[in-house]
């Protein structure tokens, strides 16, 4: 099978789960935003990117470092599974002990010192997903993507569920006195915003419970030699992770903190809740990632490999571009995904749309230090990326609030991307195609300016002239890359 048309149809099944789970857990942001104030949703955006930084710590690497030597022979894929989740199972025990103890004083730091529970729920959260991520590592690397897909959307549609019964269904129960009794066990209207954060602790349980039955793990080697090789290779990654994290969650923590105290968590809330109107480019990302980290291990060995990463890196463009003129052009439409008292946060969305898209090409330049095992690079990129970030919401947030942080998102990853390809071409040569890779980004902000610029009163007439802006560029990308694809196709 033609490699591209291979990636392409893994993407499709890795996307479509990761779409059908990002969507249902997304469709919670209506809810929500409806729900909460943009004050009480600010806490959720809070804690979620304290999870994401917690979470690279406590998978420090591994799962990329499972990928790398998950391949390198068939008696040795036991012990490297078995070795990478008993190290993930050590530290998590420990990371969960620590958590218990200090459950008081580090609800107090981050300013809820009335809600240490707070600290010991996300403790368990974290810990069964980085968990998962090895059980879910090892689906992807035997090519198993629609079990994998299975368990994704499970573990989401948990979450969904649990969110409607906590958020919706036993209010209404409480509030018209319906079962009292059984009510007032399971639901105290004071918890509010914490059935967010319990739905998700119990479904990312269950995830984890569920992959343990259904992948074997009655014996799990532990190889202290090679431990200590995956340890080399990820402790960059890690690095590599947390700064990565730090451009991408720690905006939300710094708009809390650098914000007057009247308005600080619903800076954060309206900015959390606008952030996740980028969730098509965010899911294609995901998606890509998926499938093309181990397609990329895979397919280094074969001698057309930089020309069919090239391909890969211009249909990248191709669709996060189609992605961006969507969004922006029907913004009419896509805005009712958050609630009205969100509204006024609206103006970042082309920001963070190009942020992830410059984003996604990173993750696509990656290859050059991961294939060549200078995984110190990419820590150091991340750590360049990270103080970027810092120094830009440190400067910019006091003055502009949170369209500091989103433009500090879009200086992170654009520059990022600019160093991680010039730096990759001298390590691991790859002719992009920066020809047509430029003319499709181009063009696609050409056409999103001119429907500014040409923008009508009447929303029918609006939503017609954009429709044929975007039929205009889906047009002019068939023209030019008509014969490629039906290679492809073939």
């Known amino acids: 099978m033609n490699p591209l048309r291979k990636l392409a149809g893994q993407t499709a099944i890795y996307g479509t789960s990761t779409i059908v789970a990002r969507l249902l857990y997304y469709f919670l942001v209506p809810i929500h935003t409806r729900i909460f104030t943009p004050q009480e949703y600010g806490v959720v955006g809070e804690m979620y990117a304290y999870v994401a930084l917690l979470l690279v710590l406590l998978t420090y690497g591994m799962e990329t470092a499972f990928f790398r030597y998950y391949d390198n022979k068939a008696s040795d894929k036991e012990r490297v599974y078995g070795t990478t989740l008993i190290s993930l199972l050590v530290s998590s025990v420990v990371f969960i002990i620590l958590m218990i103890l200090l459950a008081r004083p580090i609800a107090s730091l ?8 707070y600290i010991i729920w996300f403790a368990f959260m974290i810990v ?50 319906i079962l009292p009794e059984v009510v007032s066990l399971i639901y105290k209207p004071s918890i509010g915003v914490g059935y967010i954060f319990i739905a998700n602790l119990i479904s990312s349980g269950s995830t984890l419970f569920l992959l343990f039955i259904i992948l074997p793990h009655h014996k799990l080697p532990f ?20 700064a990565g994290n730090i451009n991408e969650t720690f905006d939300r923590i710094l708009l809390k903190y650098l914000s007057p105290a009247s308005i600080a968590l619903t800076q954060v809330g309206i900015y959390s809740a606008c952030y996740k109107i980028s969730i098509l480019m965010t899911i294609v990302i995901q998606g890509f990632k998926y499938a093309a980290e181990p397609f990329f291990f895979s397919y280094a060995k074969e001698t057309d490999a930089k020309n069919v990463y090239a391909d890969v890196m211009k249909y990248f463009v191709i669709i996060c571009s189609l992605i961006f003129l969507g969004v922006m052009l029907y913004m009419d439409l896509v805005k009712y ?58 400067l910019l947030i006091p003055v502009i609030g949170y369209m500091g942080s989103a ?13 991680s390809y010039f730096i990759g071409q001298k390590h691991y040569h790859v002719k992009y195609n920066l020809k047509k890779i430029g003319f499709y980004f181009g063009f696609a902000l050409l056409l999103y300016f001119i429907s500014i610029i040409i923008k009508n009163d009447v929303l029918a007439y609006r939503l017609a002239i954009n429709t044929s802006l975007f039929l205009f560029y889906v047009f002019v990308i068939i023209y030019f890359e008509r014969p490629s694809l039906l290679r492809i196709k073939k």
């Open 110 to 117: 981050i300013r809820y010192p009335d809600h240490s529970e």
């Open 223 to 242: 190889d202290k030699v090679i431990w200590k090789r995956m340890m080399l290779y990820a402790l960059p990654l890690l690095i590599f992770g947390l």
């Open 337 to 394: 995904f958050v609630g009205e008292k969100f509204y006024e946060g609206l103006k970042i969305v082309p920001i963070l749309l190009l942020a992830n898209m410059f984003l996604g090409i990173f993750y696509n330049l990656s290859i050059w230090y991961k294939l060549t095992d200078k995984t110190r690079f990419g820590a150091y990129l991340s750590i360049f990326g990270a103080i970027v970030t810092l120094t830009l919401n440190l």
């Open 407 to 419: 433009w500090a998102t879009f200086a992170c990853y654009c520059s990022m991307m600019v160093l």
């Open 128 to 177: 069964f997903d980085a968990i998962s991520t090895i059980p879910f590592a090892k689906l992807r690397a035997l090519n198993r993507p629609k079990m994998f897909a299975f368990f994704k959307i499970f573990s989401i549609g948990v979450c969904f569920i649990l969110n409607i019964l906590f958020l919706y269904v036993l209010p209404y129960f409480y509030r018209n006195h």
